[in-house]
C-alpha cells in the first residue's frame, strides 16, 4: 500500500470518533488538536463497498499512525475500487474501507447535529 494521505498529527491523541453513512458515502468524524485549538475532521469514503474495523492488536497490520494508505485500483462490477487504511493516533484500531475514493475535510464546517441537539 502506499500514502494516499496525511492526517495532522495529534501528540496528546486523537478524541472521540465516529462512523455513519450519508447514501453511499462512508463519514469517519473524528476530533484532533492543532495549534491548540480543538478541532473536527472528517474522512469521506465515496461508493463505499465494505468497511471493517480491527482492535485485535495480534493480528494488526504494519502501518504508521495518521497515514491513509491505499492499494491498486480493482474493478467490482462496474465500480473502480481502492482499497485504503489507517489508524489514528490514540487509537488501536484499525480501520479498512473499499470504496472509490478518499478525502480529508479539517475543519469543522461539515459537522451533522447529533441527536438531540436543536
Known sequence: M??????PHDPTGYGDFEFY?????LC???EYCSD???RL???????????RMSGNLDGQTPMGYDTVYRSEERTYRSWKLK???????GSD??????AENCVFIPDGSWARP????S
Open 2 to 7: 502506499e500514502e494516499h494521505l496525511s492526517l
Open 21 to 25: 453513512y450519508e447514501g453511499t458515502t
Open 28 to 30: 469517519v468524524a473524528f
Open 36 to 38: 491548540g485549538v480543538d
Open 41 to 51: 475532521g472528517l474522512l469521506k469514503f465515496d461508493n463505499c463497498f465494505e468497511f
Open 83 to 89: 482499497d485504503f487504511a489507517f489508524m489514528l493516533s
Open 93 to 98: 484500531f484499525q480501520f479498512f474501507v473499499a
Open 114 to 117: 447529533h441527536a438531540g441537539s
